[in-house]
T-cell receptor, first 114, second 116 residues
Framework: DTEVTQTPKHLVMGMTNKKSLKCEQH?????MYWYKQKAKKPPELMFV???????INESVPSRFSPECPNSSLLNLHLHALQPEDSALYLCASSSLTGGFDTQYFGPGTRLTVL | DQQVKQNSPSLSVQEGRISILNCDYT??????FLWYKKYPAEGPTFLIS?????DKNEDGRFTVFLNKSAKHLSLHIVPSQPGDSAVYFCAASAGAGGTSYGKLTFGQGTILTVHP
């Protein structure tokens, strides 16, 4: 089973709203990732959590705030977003058990900022 | 600086024939390469991978070839089926222990269309 789940599937929010995206995996993976994907572009890495600690932040604006409550859950808290933040937000996880690590992606949350 | 490049934005193939998708990379620290398939508004689905210690990996209809000296890899799909129509992304990562561990660098993607 290589399933990563994400909720909600779609989200529309105003620029003053606060919302959260959720991601869950039950594969025992110890790394979780947030990516942002715009239309016709490849996914862009935002954050990496390894063993529940933030290990990579790709200079993401502070209006995006990640949280890893436990090894199975990953949240992305959103506040004061801009219309250009509208995109598909993807979560991924990987096992970190070997030298060659495969990331498995969730279905994504389609975010629209009005 | 695009470290992973897929120079063909699109590829059109007849059902039953071979599809060959190409990918070039520049960073010699990359040692693990993956192919993902993506349908619109869905997350990428992992297809197949290859480590730098191999030059070929096969899984059913999918075969990935790696030419390290040329910094080139390719994905062969044989036989191609209409359900294979999707965007294919090549991705690369550096090995464990480095500061970039966990980072996947993606190519721009190739849209594959398989005609019945």
């Amino acid at each position: 089973d290589t399933e990563v789940t994400q909720t909600p599937k779609h989200l529309v929010m105003g620029m003053t709203n606060k919302k959260s995206l959720k991601c869950e995996q039950h594969m025992g993976h110890r790394a979780m990732y947030w990516y942002k994907q715009k239309a016709k572009k490849p996914p862009e890495l935002m954050f990496v959590y390894s063993y529940e600690k933030l290990s990579i932040n790709e200079s993401v604006p502070s209006r995006f705030s990640p949280e890893c409550p436990n090894s199975s859950l990953l949240n992305l808290h959103l506040h004061a977003l801009q219309p250009e933040d509208s995109a598909l937000y993807l979560c991924a996880s990987s096992s970190l058990t070997g030298g060659f690590d495969t990331q498995y992606f969730g279905p994504g949350t389609r975010l629209t900022v009005l | 600086d695009q470290q992973v490049k897929q120079n063909s934005p699109s590829l059109s193939v007849q059902e039953g024939r071979i599809s060959i998708l190409n990918c070039d990379y520049t960073n010699s620290m990359f040692d693990y390469f993956l192919w993902y398939k993506k349908y619109p508004a869905e997350g990428p689905t992992f297809l197949i991978s290859i480590s730098s210690i191999k030059d070929k990996n096969e899984d059913g209809r999918f075969t990935v070839f790696l030419n390290k000296s040329a910094k080139h890899l390719s994905l062969h799909i044989v036989p191609s089926q209409p359900g294979d129509s999707a965007v294919y992304f090549c991705a690369a990562s550096a090995g464990a222990g480095g500061t970039s561990y966990g980072k996947l660098t993606f190519g721009q993607g190739t849209i594959l269309t398989v005609h019945p």
